[in-house]
Every structure is written in structure tokens, then in C-alpha cells.
């Protein structure tokens, strides 16, 4: 009897110890300045917008929570590869960066253009994409553009580690023309320099991006890689991740849905 009551009270302890380790899960991420998707507030030192939410709302389905910092991209991206933070939103997905992620399924996808600033007077010297070739072209060190772009060594590429870098070189003159991803955040950035001598050249690219998170295959809590995929699954057919998109007055990732 007295061996019985011991198992007893035994289980008892293990099961709430597995209880509090389930609800203390704790994974680390980074956030940036990606506006609307993804801001942060320098003087509550916080990150926000619906990426954020999103996956905070995922790990809270399953008792934990997300502990997030804010860096450049390079930086979390060579900290994710080598397990130092656990996911990252706002990835991507390239065959190189799969050697170091795992992306969970994307949440929608968007169309974007991919543009080229010139200086004023000059948007009609680009009209294709071989007429790059005849210009520094700068574009932000590890950043997935397109595979045309990404491959053709025969372009003059101009390194930059981040925005500020990139518009700093374009300003100063050391390239001719600035590849720009993200045009809100661009312009943005000539706004707070007060730069207002650029435009955009007629040539640019259309490219259907996933949005995706991508996790870290050195991540010590990839085992919960599978649950968070499906909770984000369920969470995008449930209509909850649309829901936190409108919380911000913002239109949602397009879905192969969301075209019917």
C-alpha cells in the first residue's frame, strides 16, 4: 500500500511538472522595421504589428510565449542558423536558406514590385533588365531579391548591410541605383534624410513572395515545429489571422482562396 501511494503521489508530481514545463515554453525572436507588417516602437522598446501578434497568438495555443528583440536581419538570420533565437517572421524561402530553417507554411502571399531608384532624370536608362548592367547597382548583403537578380554575377553589385547603409551609398553617389524591396520602408528613409532627388526606373520586377516564419534547424524547441504549423494553418482557414490583419486596417496576405 505504502509502495502504491508513493507511485501515486509520484505521478502526481511528474504530471505537474510536465504541466508547468508545457505552459513555460519559451521561445525567442526578432523583430524589425518591416511597416505595416511589423514595427518597432523605440521608446516602449516594443514589437508590433500583425506578424507579431500572430505568432504570439500561435505559441499561447499551446502555453507559451515568444521573447522578442529587436536586430537587423542579418544579424537574426546568423543568429538563427547557428540556434541562438528560434523563429523568424518575415522570411523569404530560398534553397540556400533551407540549409539553416525550416519554413512553416506560408500565411498568405503577396505581389510585390520590386523597383529600381535612380536619380531623377535617369528612370528611362533602365527600361529592362540587361540595361542593369550598366550601373553600381546597390542592394542590401543577403537579401533575397529574385534569382535573375541574385545569380547575374555580370551585374556591378554594391553591398550595403542595411536600409540606412543602402541609402546612405545611394545619396553619397557610391551606386548609381538602389534595388528596393520594400518601397514604404525606402521611402520612408529618404523622408527622414531629406532626400527627395530620386524616382523609380521603368524597369521593374513583379514577384509572388510567400510570407512566411521561418524556424531554426539548431532550434532546441524544434520539436514543436509541427504544432505551430498546424495552429498557423488553422488559425489562417479559421479566418483568425484575416481578423488580426483588419485589428490594424490592413488587407491580409492574399490566399489561393482569397482569388475566388
Known amino acids: 500500500m505504502k509502495k502504491k501511494l508513493t507511485l501515486i503521489v509520484g505521478l ?129 548583403r543577403g537579401t533575397a531579391y529574385f534569382d535573375k537578380f541574385n545569380e547575374t554575377a555580370s551585374i556591378y553589385k554594391i553591398n550595403a548591410i542595411d536600409d540606412v547603409d543602402l541609402t546612405r551609398k545611394f ?12 518601397i514604404k520602408a525606402f521611402e520612408k528613409m529618404m523622408q527622414t534624410m531629406k532626400f527627395k532627388d530620386y524616382t523609380y526606373a521603368k524597369y521593374k520586377y513583379t514577384n509572388k513572395i510567400g510570407n512566411h516564419y521561418a524556424m531554426s534547424l539548431k532550434s532546441k524547441h524544434l520539436q514543436l515545429f509541427d504544432k505551430i504549423n498546424t495552429i498557423l494553418k488553422t488559425m489562417n482557414v479559421s479566418g483568425e489571422i484575416k481578423r488580426i490583419y483588419q485589428k490594424y486596417h490592413l488587407d491580409p496576405p492574399l490566399t489561393d482562396a482569397s482569388k475566388n
Request: charge should be positive; hydrophobic fraction near 35%; glycine fraction near 8%.
Open 171 to 182: 545619396i553619397g553617389g557610391r551606386c548609381d541605383v538602389a534595388i528596393v524591396l520594400d
Open 12 to 140: 502526481i508530481i511528474m504530471g505537474y511538472c510536465s504541466s508547468v514545463t508545457a505552459n513555460n515554453i519559451v521561445l525567442n525572436a526578432d523583430c524589425r522595421q518591416r511597416p505595416p507588417e511589423m514595427t518597432y516602437n523605440d521608446e516602449t522598446q516594443t514589437c508590433s504589428g500583425p506578424l507579431i501578434d500572430i505568432l504570439n497568438q500561435a505559441l499561447q495555443k499551446i502555453g507559451g510565449t515568444i521573447h522578442w528583440e529587436r536586430r537587423p536581419f542579418q544579424k537574426s538570420f546568423s543568429l538563427l542558423r547557428r540556434g541562438k533565437i528560434d523563429i523568424l517572421p518575415r522570411v523569404i524561402k530560398t534553397k540556400v536558406r533551407q540549409k539553416d530553417a525550416k519554413y512553416f507554411t506560408a500565411i498568405g502571399y503577396q505581389l510585390k514590385d520590386i523597383v529600381f531608384a535612380v536619380k531623377k532624370g535617369q528612370e528611362n536608362e533602365i527600361k529592362k533588365f540587361e540595361d542593369l548592367q550598366n550601373f553600381r547597382v546597390g542592394a542590401k
